[in-house]
T-cell receptor, first 113, second 113 residues
Framework: DGGITQSPKYLFRKEGQNVTLSCEQN?????MYWYRQDPGQGLRLIYY???????QKGDIAEGYSVSREKKESFPLTVTSAQKNPTAFYLC????????????FGDGTRLSIL | GESVGLHLPTLSVQEGDNSIINCAYS??????FIWYKQESGKGPQFIID?????DKRQGQRVTVLLNKTVKHLSLQIAATQPGDSAVYFC????????????FGQGTRLTINP
């Protein structure tokens, strides 16, 4: 079945450590997105990519980095510079064109050890 | 700046009743709106969308209404079932710039037996 796969489902980070969250899609979608969700809140955009080898900062990009070397993959690295990384991270993708919905994976929950 | 919000953070209804979830938006340049359903520990699931050239759209047991005059969006769920219990988000997309989605805070819908 086509979809968006995020891994791992749970991740723990030690102080000073970088961790990478995986997002893979087999929907042949052009655009991919990373969001952060804190308890009881909506989604905030971290980074997005509309085509391969190109990406833009979202509203809360500080402390995060991404790459888009392949159309189907958009990994997110949470660096040690992100001082409050505990959150639920959601990846989404969207078909090209206007007025298309974003489709989401089932998220990675990141916690601090 | 632009914002998307919800009038009620929680809503409790009896099983079998109809539910109405409301959303206010402030960006007059938004021309595409989406409702998502998020169950605990999962990513948001697309429910229904509507373009700004429409004022009503129906799906299976759901109806979205758009009132551009007062910048108001609502989601109606008919004959609610226990499986409808979730957090519901509205999202808007501007027709300008990078067409990013802006999400509301979310409304938690609880179905009472």
């Amino acid at each position: 079945d086509g979809g968006i796969t995020q891994s791992p489902k749970y991740l723990f980070r030690k102080e000073g450590q970088n961790v990478t969250l995986s997002c893979e899609q087999n929907l042949n979608h052009d655009a991919m997105y990373w969001y952060r969700q804190d308890p009881g809140q909506g989604l905030r955009l971290i980074y997005y990519s509309q085509i391969v080898n190109d990406f833009q900062k979202g509203d809360i990009a500080e402390g995060y980095s991404v790459s888009r070397e392949k159309k189907e993959s958009f990994p997110l690295t949470v660096t040690s510079a992100q001082k409050n990384p505990t959150a639920f991270y959601l990846c989404a993708s969207m078909k090209g064109g206007v007025n298309q919905p974003q489709h989401f994976g089932d998220g990675t929950r990141l916690s601090i050890l | 700046g632009e914002s998307v919000g919800l009038h009620l953070p929680t809503l409790s209804v009896q099983e079998g009743d109809n539910s109405i979830i409301n959303c206010a938006y402030s960006n007059s340049a938004s021309d595409y709106f989406i409702w998502y359903k998020q169950e605990s520990g999962k990513g948001p699931q697309f429910i229904i969308d509507i373009r700004s050239n429409m004022d009503k759209r129906q799906g299976q047991r759901v109806t979205v209404l758009l009132n551009k005059t007062v910048k108001h969006l609502s989601l109606q769920i008919a004959a609610t079932q226990p499986g409808d219990s979730a957090v519901y988000f509205c999202a808007e997309r501007s027709n300008q710039g990078a067409q990013k989605l802006v999400f509301g805070q979310g409304t938690r819908l609880t179905i009472n037996p």
